[in-house]
């Protein structure tokens, strides 16, 4: 992990194309921090974040080289497909040393198109922020979205150094935590621990719907339906996400049916068995339970609180009085006479909802994320 504390000087001026969810949330947060914000977006999107004043100027995607004049970095933020359809043209009309950089939630062909375009004096550094949510849309975004959550920087080969630390200057101001990995390697892992995940979830799911029985959809609530929560996320962004990591999504899950072949040929191997789930419990307890990965486990609300005397227990007394049950309680980014983060954990929605509603009841700023 990198964690840089260097100012950005305020004023910079960073252009964020596409305003959805996470474009939507790097505005929220770059304005909030004092920077000069461009979005480019459709003109309705662009209407949006303007009444939300998220942006301090807008463009719609035809005008991009005006939006793109005078910044000193450039995230793209539209689908993973479109990320790299725009590449030339960002790469082309960008100021001499600008950093451009991207979300998309896998990056070795993304990284590759950039390494095609790049030129003197402009630089790509892939990104993949490790937070985000089922839902889409400008709307849904907040300026906590990524508090805490790792972001993966994936710089192309021969990056100058300063301009790595540049980049992570700023994702500092977003609170998130920078992990710099080669392009490959973050999909190696992305595979493993998000998409093969995210396909077992599916089919899983799917594995119930042949069973076509209520009395099997019954049974299933409580653990089938905790493990299958995010077979619930729309096919949109994963198409993307597979056809764009597919060799690596078919190792994964190439191995996974070595391993579960393995076990039907070993399941009245008692002892096996037994050392199966030891180990099972040993490594589950390796994964760190607080830091944010490729999985969100809770439903999590973020507060912003501020630094006075009992405004903690102001907060957890006013949950505990709606009987609501908070499994997880960490305060992130706090800093002296300025106040902080607070994430409040929940197993269900329905209870980070009700917390939410509670707590703006009694004058907080909280955001949902889920
Ligand atoms: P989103 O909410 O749908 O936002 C994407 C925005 O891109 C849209 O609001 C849309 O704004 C614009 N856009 C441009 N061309 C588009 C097209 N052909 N189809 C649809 N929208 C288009 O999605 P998001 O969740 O922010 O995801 C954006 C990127 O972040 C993706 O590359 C994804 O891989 C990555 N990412 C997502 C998550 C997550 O959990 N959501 C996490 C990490 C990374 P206009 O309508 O104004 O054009």
Redesign the pocket.
């Known amino acids: 992990m990198y964690k840089e504390r260097k100012m950005i000087d305020e004023g910079t001026t960073v252009t964020v194309i596409?305003?959805?969810?996470?474009?939507g949330a790097l505005c929220h947060t770059f304005k909030k921090k004092g920077l000069k914000v461009t979005g480019v977006?459709?003109s309705?999107?662009i209407a949006k974040a303007l009444e939300m004043k998220i942006i301090n100027d807008g463009f719609e995607?035809s005008r991009i080289p005006e939006a793109l004049s005078g910044s000193s970095f450039v995230f793209v933020?539209?689908?993973?497909l479109?990320?790299g359809e725009r590449l030339g043209d960002i790469f082309q009309h960008v100021d001499k040393n600008t950093v451009i950089s991207?979300?998309?939630?896998t990056k070795s062909v993304i990284c590759s198109i950039a390494e095609k375009h790049i030129r003197k004096g402009v630089y790509f550094i892939g990104g993949?922020?490790?937070?985000?949510?089922e839902k889409?849309?400008?709307e849904?975004s907040n300026p906590y979205l990524f508090y805490d959550a790792v972001y993966v920087l994936t710089p192309l080969p021969g990056t100058p150094k300063k301009v790595v630390k540049k980049l992570s200057s700023l994702i500092d101001l977003l609170g998130a935590n920078v992990m710099i990995l080669p392009s490959e390697v973050h999909d190696e892992i992305a595979a493993n621990v998000s998409h093969l995940p995210q396909l077992l979830a599916v089919l899983l799911t799917n594995h119930l719907a042949e069973k076509n029985n209520d009395l099997f959809r019954n049974l299933a609530a409580g653990g089938f339906r905790d493990m299958t929560r995010i077979a619930s996320s729309s096919y949109a962004?994963w198409g993307?996400?597979i056809k764009t990591n597919m060799n690596e999504v078919k190792k994964a899950l190439s191995d996974f049916k070595k391993e579960l072949s393995y076990l039907t040929d070993r399941l009245s191997d008692d002892n096996y068995l037994d050392r199966f789930f030891v180990n099972a419990q040993k490594e589950r307890k390796t994964i760190p339970r607080y830091s944010k990965g490729f999985l969100k486990p809770l439903f999590d609300v973020r507060v912003a609180v501020q630094d006075k005397h009992g405004e903690l227990a102001r907060i957890t007394n006013t949950i505990y009085y709606h009987d609501v049950n908070i499994k997880d309680i960490e305060i992130v980014n706090i800093r002296e006479g300025e106040g902080g983060i607070l994430r409040l954990g929940f197993s269900e929605k329905k209870d980070a909802l009700k917390a939410a509603s509670a707590l703006q009841a009694i004058g907080c700023e909280v955001a949902v994320m889920d």
């Open positions: 596409g305003l959805g969810l996470i474009g977006s459709r309705e999107t995607y933020c539209t689908p993973l479109d990320i991207d979300v998309g939630s993949h922020p490790m937070a985000g949510s889409r849309g400008i849904n962004m993307d996400i």
